[in-house]
């Protein structure tokens, strides 16, 4: 995409552009002048969702948060919806054209042409048949054209769903809890009338629609709730028959006790246990005591030695004592019975010493202990089968218990599910018929009422037409200079073709005349000065570049046929001639009829040239027609004869100039092209090719002899 070709493209065309504007803005001011007012009026309607005031049970209280945002416009959106519905849309168009129809004075649009074309009977007929249709409250559809053509009727005077919708805007505004009911017209008394009798049909049409439909949830509710309170009844006369008949008073505490008395019989049966097996070690202890001979010293084993000793001292002494009296009481024998008496105290003092207490005394202690613990022992055994007898009571009262704990748990749940059920039912019942008396309610707080004419919008509609049609006119001429594969200026060719650009000739109209203008006129004006100069220009980069290769002889060829093509290559050969040079043009038929009208011969041919015949020379330069009588160069003569011709000439003129055949049209060029020196190729602007095309010009950028391209009838921006 060329950014540069479609700014070149707007820009020549600008006048046009501004010519649409300017008659856009006068033909939309003569057509916006006498347009009507517009008349708008509103009516809100009040639904209570928001009004808490108008709460007494909400239906929103389960809902927090965000959801009760989502619920709540999902209440408006919803009431909104069912407003816009063809049912209550078709209810007031029957209102219209029924007020329209019975009185046509006050009618609040003109009739149109298929209410007055309605006999006295057919509109009589009609009136009595969208009565009964809005006591019904029938959808107006197209099918509805009988005899009597209520669609068409509606939709010719603007009061169908269609027309009316355009016009109508329900809305509800952020955290408000009314819903806004306007419509627009040319008469403000069809804007009250739209939005007054829309509110209030749709309010009593609403209400009754919600009191129906809660009647009905109430029947189907209470014939449900009915048979689930009978389920619920039988389930539970079913929980009480089967605890009579097992004899369970309340089989949950029954078992709780049970098992008490279960964990604490095993509890004391532990305690037992522990008990006998402690006085059965404590007896094992005593018994070993007993019975083990290392602890006869502590129980007095010994003490018999000691009172053997003793008394065998003291039998000692009462016999030392009665030889003392027998003897006289020597001191001899005193002395005796004072060593007795001194061993029987030792023996005496040791005793006391070694046993502090009497040791009979702790074997009677142990004894008595080994009594005791064999009681004990025997009242632990005991107590334990009675716990044993116990626990067997127990455990079977508490197994006899499992299989109608099951029972009452599986009448119980199914008691409960439907409790559970019935009270749900009992809810929703309860909700329904509290929502029937108190539920949603919506209230016309404010009708609609006659209005002044809204701001105009002949401005805006002007402001929008003229940028509508530039916009236009933008996007036309874009996608034209988008679409536009023509090539219209020497960029474009060297872009197009990759090849030398030698010069650039503007547009001017291919008249004789206009050639006079541009060489015989010392300061021609305007386009014709420009092209002169353009000419000026191009003959000097052909001259220097057939001078630097001492050339004489340029062809001249085109892209395609073209009638400019004859203009620029005469226009040329008049150019090289301002020189002062002596020039000869060959050239073909096309040329000629522009040459006669310059004075100039054109009754020499190339054939007689190659014959042998002399070239006469003109002024300002000599012409050859290219006439080769349906035959090829080659074929009149060979290729050294060919380069004598051609060497004379070169000899006489400064300047041969062949004028070639098309490229797309010239099958014997090839011959020429030989007999030439350097040729280049004229292309006119505004001409397209395509792929194929570039791609055959393309390779005359190989040709050592091309010299290059110009590109004539280029248009100045």
Request: aromatic share 8%.
């Amino acid at each position: 995409m060329n950014i540069q070709k479609s700014l070149e493209t707007i820009k020549r065309y600008k006048w046009m552009i501004l010519t649409v504007f300017i008659l856009t803005m006068v033909v939309g001011f003569f057509f916006l002048r006498n347009l009507p007012h517009d008349y708008r009026s509103e009516a809100k309607l009040s639904t209570g969702l928001l009004d808490p005031s108008r709460q007494l049970a909400p239906d929103n209280a389960s809902y927090t948060g965000p959801d009760v945002i989502i619920k709540l416009n999902q209440q408006f959106s919803t009431i909104m919806d069912i407003m816009k519905m063809p049912k209550n849309i078709s209810l007031l168009s029957y209102r219209l054209i029924l007020h329209d129809l019975k009185d046509q004075k006050a009618a609040f649009r003109p009739w149109s042409e298929e209410l007055k074309g309605l006999s006295a009977q057919q509109r009589t007929e009609a009136i009595a048949i969208f009565e009964e249709r809005l006591n019904r409250k029938q959808v107006l559809t197209p099918l509805d054209t009988g005899r009597v053509r209520l669609y068409q009727m509606v939709t010719s005077m603007g009061y169908d769903e269609k027309s009316i919708g355009k016009k109508l805007d329900i809305s509800h505004e952020q955290n408000s809890d009314f819903i806004s009911v306007a419509f627009t017209s040319h008469n403000t008394l069809l804007s009250v009338f739209v939005v007054n009798t829309l509110s209030k049909d749709f309010i009593n049409n609403y209400s009754v629609e919600q009191i129906g439909n809660k009647n009905t949830a109430i029947v189907v509710l209470d014939s449900l709730l009915k048979k689930k309170e009978a389920v619920m009844n039988d389930r539970i006369r079913q929980l009480k028959d089967y605890k009579i008949r097992n004899g369970v008073l309340n089989l949950d505490k029954q078992s709780q006790i049970v098992y008490q008395q279960i964990t604490d019989n095993e509890t004391r049966k532990n305690q037992a246990l522990i008990d006998k097996q402690a006085a059965q070690a404590a007896l094992k202890s005593v018994n070993e005591k007993l019975a083990s001979r290392s602890n006869d010293k502590y129980l007095g084993a010994e003490v018999l030695e000691d009172n053997r000793a003793i008394i065998s001292i003291k039998n000692k002494i009462q016999a030392a004592e009665d030889v003392y009296l027998r003897n006289g009481y020597k001191a001899a024998d005193k002395k005796t019975v004072d060593s007795l008496q001194q061993q029987l105290s030792s023996r005496l003092i040791k005793s006391n010493d070694q046993y502090v207490s009497d040791p009979l005394i702790a074997k009677q202690s142990l004894v008595q202990r080994r009594i005791s613990l064999g009681i004990e022992i025997e009242r632990a055994t005991a107590g334990i089968n009675d716990i044993d007898r116990e626990l067997a009571k127990l455990n079977a009262k508490f197994s006899g218990m499992v299989p109608f704990d099951a029972g009452v748990q599986d009448f119980e749940r199914n008691a409960d599910v439907a409790t559970k059920e019935y009270l749900e039912i009992l809810s929703r019942y309860n909700q329904t018929s509290l929502d029937k008396n108190i539920g949603l309610r919506l209230q016309l707080v404010q009708e609609g009422i006659p209005t002044t004419p809204e701001n105009s919008k002949k401005l805006i509609f002007l402001a929008l037409s003229a940028i509508a049609s530039l916009a236009i006119c933008f996007c036309t001429l874009f996608l034209l200079s988008v679409l536009d594969r023509s090539i219209n200026n020497g960029a474009e060719l060297r872009s197009a073709l990759q090849a030398k650009l030698i010069g650039e000739l503007g547009f001017i109209d291919a008249d004789p005349n206009n050639t006079t203008k541009i060489w015989t006129e010392r300061q021609p004006e305007g386009s014709f000065a420009v092209f002169r100069n353009q000419l000026r220009t191009l003959r000097f980069e052909l001259d220097s570049l057939l001078f630097k290769n001492n050339h004489k002889v340029l062809g001249l060829t085109a892209a395609n046929s073209s009638a400019g093509d004859a203009f620029t290559v005469i226009n040329l050969a008049y150019a090289f001639a301002a020189m002062g040079k002596n020039v000869l043009l060959i050239g073909g038929q096309e040329l000629i009829s522009t040459l006669k009208k310059l004075d100039i011969a054109a009754d020499q041919t190339i054939t007689a040239v190659l014959q042998g015949t002399s070239v006469s020379e003109t002024k300002p330069f000599s012409f050859v027609k290219n006439d080769l009588e349906g035959r090829s160069l080659l074929e009149i003569r060979d290729r050294a004869g060919l380069s004598e011709t051609f060497d004379h000439l070169r000899s006489r003129f400064d300047l041969i100039l062949i004028d070639f055949e098309p490229l797309e049209e010239g099958k014997g060029n090839r011959e020429w092209i030989s007999m030439v020196d350097q040729y280049t190729a004229i292309f006119t602007a505004g001409s397209t090719l395509n792929e194929q095309q570039k791609a055959k010009l393309v390779e005359l950028n190989r040709d050592e002899k091309f010299a290059g391209w110009m590109i004539t009838g280029v248009k100045q921006p």
